[in-house]
């Protein structure tokens, strides 16, 4: 216990500062109405309508919050709104996990016998990955959690803790259904290259165990349909049976999604963090990764091919474990700490988002409806039922019912809401200003619908009562 406390106090400021500034920078964000329905929007109902005793049913996704990615970790996640229900305790986890994962990092650098100026470097190569800055700005995912419990499932391998292993693999494995395949494939790795028998039988199979469960009961249960990303893969099948079956069977088009010029931009993006501190004889590292790398690759959908969404986490761990092992076990292109460090914060100052705070960018593009905006909000009653754009979503996301004004928004659902709140300025994700001008203009024609606040382009409509 005093040699964990010593080393603690070795890496407390980094954890310290790295949560603020995580904290700050993505409730900043939101703030400033730059998160979206997709994805704090629908994962801040869920755990609301949890916490309340509610059925969980996102109403603007039009699913269970189980039906999405089988995330029982919500559940778990909903006594904090018991305190006080409040979005920004998303953004207090989300950022407590990405920073309290510099403890275990810095644990297992000191047990392969990293010096402490190494482990350190090691620790700012992880906290100045552009991904983990970028991924804690993209609304709130609660995979962040899974990254430092990768983290210490690795530790309890090397300190034969099986207790601490076993329930850091079962808190991963709620997180997110597809973390199932990193899981298995760490059992894997643990059983061959490390010998690891049964440690590595504990993960494959439970990984093997939960991917059934969950994408083949839990999510279609909920949901009514197969896992939400498998439409990303339909060139190999409609179900994730049939995509499993033609992984194998027809090798001939999975390479001819594999090697293009996008997968490419994304390895050397993935991997141009961390290449001077890497050595090929340590990528063995990697292979409990695969299933993230393999699936990022083989998709067409842009977002998991960036450094900015969620998708590439379940890599950082062990991207992370590769650098650990190269700087104990070799003279890596850049050895020297104050060499990565600088690497480091090049890298960082590169790829991460923090431009977008900038006058003039993505997310200071509200600025000047920014207090019409909130004057609306607070004109709405707090268990009403409401209709506005996606960057508004999760401003009002603790009731029952709310949907999200899009081009597709069929108009036979107006008379079932009380408020209705848009931005002719800035539509937001999925809509238009025409079709948001073409709803606003048939607002206007209902006599039920009162208009009770327009300022800077902002637009907030109230049905009326009868005795209105």
């Not at 603020?20 to 801040?44: C, E, K, M, P, Q």
């Not at 062990?318 to 050895?335: E, G």
């Not at 024609?445 to 637009?459: A, M, R, S, V």
Request: proline share 4%; with cysteine.
């Amino acid at each position: 216990m005093k040699e964990f406390i010593t080393r603690f106090n070795n890496i407390k400021y980094y954890i310290i500062i790295a949560f603020i500034v995580l904290f700050v920078a993505s409730s900043l964000r939101h703030i400033l109405f730059s998160s979206t329905a997709y994805d704090l929007g629908i994962f801040d109902n869920g755990v609301y309508l949890i916490s309340q005793g509610k059925n969980p049913y996102v109403s603007f996704r039009e699913l269970h919050i189980l039906g999405d990615h089988a995330g029982w970790i919500l559940y778990l996640i909903a006594p904090l709104y018991f305190i006080f229900p409040s979005v920004y305790w998303l953004f207090v986890l989300q950022a407590f996990a990405l920073a309290i994962a510099i403890l275990p990092i810095w644990h297992i650098a000191k047990f392969i016998d990293l010096t402490d100026s190494k482990a350190r470097s090691v620790c700012l190569i992880y906290i100045l990955y552009p991904l983990i800055f970028n991924v804690n700005l993209f609304d709130f995912h609660p995979e962040v959690i899974a990254v430092p419990l990768f983290f210490t499932a690795i530790l309890a391998v090397r300190l034969n803790k099986i207790y601490w292993f076993i329930a850091s693999i079962i808190l991963i494995l709620g997180c997110k259904a597809v973390l199932a395949l990193n899981v298995m494939m760490m059992g894997v790795w643990l059983i061959i290259f490390h010998q690891k028998k049964r440690y590595g039988i504990i993960a494959t199979f439970s990984g093997i165990f939960w991917f059934i469960i969950a994408t083949q009961l839990i999510i279609p249960a909920f949901s009514g349909e197969e896992a939400a990303a498998v439409s990303r893969y339909g060139f190999l099948g409609d179900s994730v049976g049939e995509i499993l079956v033609n992984l194998i069977l027809k090798p001939h088009i999975i390479l001819s999604y594999l090697f293009t010029s996008a997968n490419l931009e994304y390895l050397v993006l993935l991997f141009i963090p961390v290449i001077p501190a890497l050595a090929w004889q340590e990528l063995t590292n990697l292979i409990p990764a695969i299933p993230a790398i393999f699936l990022n690759l083989l998709t067409d959908y842009q977002p998991q091919k960036d450094l900015i969404h969620q998708y590439s986490l379940p890599i950082i761990p062990f991207l992370i474990l590769t650098v650990i092992n190269s700087l104990a076990n070799h003279r890596t292109w850049f050895y020297k700490s104050s060499q990565i460090r600088i690497w480091s914060i090049i890298a960082f100052l590169v790829l991460a988002k923090y431009v977008y705070f900038f006058p003039d960018s993505i997310y200071t593009k509200n600025l000047s409806t920014w207090q019409s905006t909130n004057e609306a909000i607070n004109l709405i009653d707090k268990k009403a039922s409401v209709l506005t754009a996606a960057q508004i979503v999760p401003h009002l996301t603790h009731r029952d019912v709310i949907f999200l004004a899009t081009d597709d928004f069929s108009y036979d659902k107006v008379n079932d809401l009380d408020y209705i709140l848009l931005n002719l300025d800035n539509p937001g994700f999925g809509a238009s200003q025409e079709k948001i001008k073409e709803l606003f203009n048939f607002l206007k024609t209902k006599e039920n619908f009162k208009l009770i606040h327009e300022k800077d382009q902002i637009f907030l409509f109230q049905k009326l009562t009868p005795n209105s």
